[in-house]
């Protein structure tokens, strides 16, 4: 019977050096999808701004947003881990708004509790955590403090980039570096149970990896984070963007747009639909 994955599960995947595979969802079917396959965390987020919502940016992207996006993944979910980021402005006034934003998450998307997984019920609840982007210390302290997992996120942070310039590799300089190393030393103290980083150099990325004891999700950080995480529609070749961190494993946009043609010219010419498709 597959387990349901939480925080435990995690910390043991790290322990025993066994990797921990996370992608992107952003409604009922992908999540179905990503959670059958067998991935351990679905991350919904907020990069449904651009990739959904049809943003420019993450900026945007509001709690209801979210929420009504977390929810639909929720119900596609059987045994990932389930983790929803805090868009822009939900936590940065302070650790009590950030909190009662964390809170909804779990209060108002996390009503799943009879699962079944391999024909057998799952008592164990879904797990549903909030990633902050940031050392906000003392909000994922009292988040943390009310019983509600928080996912770091040091290295690029997209709600700030626009302060450096736009998207980077952060950690190059050995002054930039070893602030990251301690704000990755602050949130694991302030209790987080993993910490995403992004576009920090592979050897900065190990570093941290062997320094902190809760695990490392990559993105565009190298091979020696203890997990990694892509964005779906990247990965599945579906958005259009060429990306130096992505691996396209397949490539949807060219199908589906041939396949979107073919419908266009059968219907146009009548050969669809046909007898076989008819009443």
Do not use: W
């Amino acid at each position: 019977m597959a387990e349901r994955i939480n925080t435990r599960t995690l910390l043991q995947m790290k322990q025993r050096g066994e990797k921990i595979t996370c992608l992107t969802a952003y409604d009922f079917s992908m999540a179905k999808l990503i959670d059958e396959a067998g991935v351990d965390i679905i991350l919904v987020g907020d990069s449904l701004g651009q990739v959904v919502l049809g943003y420019e940016t993450t900026l945007p992207v509001t709690m209801d947003d979210m929420l009504h996006h977390v929810k639909a993944v929720v119900r596609g979910v059987n045994r990932a881990m389930v983790v929803a980021d805090m868009p822009f402005m939900s936590f940065q006034s302070g650790p009590q708004q950030a909190l009662e934003n964390a809170a909804r998450f779990v209060k108002e998307a996390g009503a799943v509790t009879s699962k079944v997984v391999a024909g057998k019920p799952l008592t164990e609840a879904l797990t549903i955590a909030v990633k902050l982007e940031g050392p906000v210390v003392e909000a994922i302290e009292r988040i943390v403090g009310a019983g509600i997992p928080v996912m770091g996120h040091l290295g690029m942070q997209p709600m700030s980039a626009a302060l450096y310039g736009g998207p980077r590799v952060h950690g190059r300089e050995e002054a930039e570096a070893e602030r990251i190393l301690r704000e990755a030393e602050a949130v694991e103290k302030a209790g987080v149970f993993a910490i995403v980083l992004e576009k920090v150099p592979a050897s900065l990325a190990e570093r941290i990896t062997k320094m902190v004891s809760v695990p490392t999700i990559g993105i565009g950080a190298g091979p020696h984070c203890d997990g990694q995480v892509l964005v779906s529609y990247d990965m599945l070749g579906l958005y259009g963007l060429r990306l130096k961190h992505v691996k396209e494993y397949a490539h949807f946009f060219d199908e589906a747009m041939a396949a979107f043609k073919a419908y266009i010219e059968e219907v146009k010419t009548g050969k669809f639909p046909g007898p076989e498709h008819s009443s």
